[in-house]
């Protein structure tokens, strides 16, 4: 299987505990997003590498929340000391920047079938 | 905070009938792309639309893009059971090119 690859599936965590997830891209991507979906609602987005530098971190990205690439191959995201608003499904993508004629880009990311996490 | 809003959040319809869903985005934007995501699972990309395009058919999709009102349609005609999915409209900004921003999505049922 050739596709993006998150572990763990499934979550359960108590109040407070700390979790990491890990993401695995797609072997010749050098981007790669993670994102974050509450029931009912499109996916938000958290952050993003290209290659081993985080480019972009959105303000949902609370000082509990860390990413990290350290090679350009996997990701993890790790939340510390987790509150039971953490509780959601954490997607990952990955694409190739590029671009086409004209300047556009040419964003096409591929994501997995993400981590849920429960916190109690 | 979600980029935008979709219309109908939620569509139920018999297989053979064509479904559209609306999308509204509030940003300038480099393309706008439509993505499916079956209940539980991950997302799979559908179709881009460039900011200079105002239509793109792919395979029973088609998809308009309206940049004055800030506004896409999708369409899938000759619907099957297999349609049945959470649809999800997805901008790239102009001055973010790595995100995508989406909306909150409409829930298609497909009933044979």
């Known amino acids: 299987d050739t596709g993006v690859s998150q572990n763990p599936r499934h979550k359960i965590t108590k109040r407070g505990q700390n979790v990491t997830f890990r993401c695995d891209p797609i072997?010749?991507?050098?981007?790669l997003y993670w994102y974050r979906q509450t029931l009912g609602q499109g996916p938000e987005f958290l952050t993003y590498?290209?290659?081993?530098?985080?480019?972009?971190k959105s303000r949902l990205l609370s000082d509990r929340f860390s990413a990290e690439r350290p090679k350009g191959s996997f990701s993890t995201l790790e939340i510390q000391r987790t509150e039971q608003g953490d509780s959601a499904m954490y997607l990952c993508?990955?694409?190739?920047?590029?671009?086409?004629?004209?300047?556009?880009?040419?964003?096409?990311?591929?994501f997995g079938a993400g981590t849920r996490l429960s916190v109690l | 905070s979600q980029q935008g809003e979709e219309d109908p959040q939620a569509l139920s319809i018999q297989e053979g009938e064509n479904a559209t869903m609306n999308c509204s985005y509030k940003?300038?934007?480099?393309?706008l792309q439509w993505y499916r995501q079956n209940s539980g699972r991950g997302l799979v990309h559908l179709i881009l639309?460039?900011?200079?395009?105002r239509e793109k058919h792919s395979g029973r999709l088609r998809v308009t893009l309206d940049t004055s009102k800030k506004s896409s349609s999708l369409l899938i005609t000759a619907s099957r059971a297999a349609d049945t999915a959470s649809y999800f409209c997805?901008?790239?900004?102009?001055?973010?090119?790595?995100?995508?921003?989406f909306g909150a999505g409409t829930q298609v049922v497909v009933t044979p």
């Open positions: 993508a990955s694409s190739l920047a590029q671009t086409s004629g004209g300047g556009f880009a040419k964003n096409i990311q591929y």
């Open positions: 072997s010749e991507h050098n981007r």
């Open positions: 590498f290209q290659n081993e530098a985080q480019l972009e």
């Open positions: 940003t300038s934007i480099n393309n």
């Open positions: 639309i460039r900011s200079n395009e």
């Open positions: 997805a901008t790239v900004a102009t001055d973010s090119w790595g995100k995508l921003q």
